[in-house]
């Protein structure tokens, strides 16, 4: 199977700041990746998918790039509601793994 | 609008069983594949399996395959899984979620079902 990482795995960062989130996959998925944000005691929320398309009501700072095994996704000015962790998911083909997760907070 | 909820909190005993279910509304059950996504405290979100209602083909990840059963009712909109010999590293929050058209993204999700199990 497929194994999904990401890093950092823990990003402080200040208001205001840009942040960016790395996802690996061992072996390429194409564009096949989305990323999800979960708020403490929430449920996850989609927020990209086919690795750069923005989910609908998602804010414009949150964007996705990268195809074949390596990813990004960047808020493009942190604001306090965005403290959350983020995972990227795998969807090429079964299992659809999820990567360990970055949590983000205000510095 | 599309609306996933789930069955209320469970406390099970070890090698019990546990049924959590999830109704949709809003959209054509039929359509959408709904998958199956658990979460240890203080842990990430793990992939179980997804099913196909119009069709019932399943798919489960390897580590549950023997253990789960996921299954659908079509008529009430609702969608099962089955854990089978409960262990205490089965706690988790249970999420059912949907599959995106054209992705197996997951749009919409349940708000979860916490299932604890304990002695």
Known sequence: ?107 | QVQLVQSGAEVQKPGASVKVSCTASGYTFNFYAITWVRQAPGQGLEYMGWISPYQGNTNYAQRFRGRVTMTTDTSTRTAYLEVRSLRSDDTAVYYCARGMSGANAFDYWGQGTLVTVSS
């Open chain 1, 1 to 107: 199977d497929i194994q999904m990482t990401q890093s950092p795995s823990s990003l402080p960062a200040s208001v205001g700041e840009r942040v960016t989130i790395s996802c690996r996959a061992s072996q390429g998925i194409s564009n096949s990746l989305a990323w999800y944000q979960q708020t403490p005691g929430k449920r996850p929320k989609l927020l990209i998918y086919h690795a750069s398309s923005l989910q609908s009501g998602v804010p414009s700072r949150f964007s996705g790039s990268g195809s074949g095994t390596e990813f990004t996704l960047t808020i493009s000015s942190l604001q306090p509601e965005d403290v959350a962790t983020y995972y990227c998911q795998k969807y090429d083909s079964a299992p659809f793994t999820f990567g360990p997760g970055t949590k983000v907070d205000i510095k």
